[in-house]
């Protein structure tokens, strides 16, 4: 995700641009198609097209 933040000298906004493509809207339609048992652990791991939400411990 680091090396996507094209303008470093911007600060923190392009990295939470692209921390809230990658991490949160994944994980909000993984929540909303998915019912992880309470309690259960979610990982977040690089896949072929980018990074991939899967229950793990």
């Known amino acids: ?3 996507q933040n ?4 911007w ?3 392009p990295l939470r641009r692209i921390i809230r493509k990658f991490v949160r809207e994944p ?3 993984y929540l909303l198609t998915q019912e992880p048992p309470p309690g259960a652990v979610l990982r977040l791991d690089p896949g072929v097209t980018g990074l991939v939400l899967t229950p793990g411990a």
């Open 27 to 29: 994980l909000a339609d």
């Open 11 to 13: 600060g923190a906004r």
């Open 1 to 3: 995700m680091l090396a």
């Open 6 to 9: 094209d303008h470093p000298e």
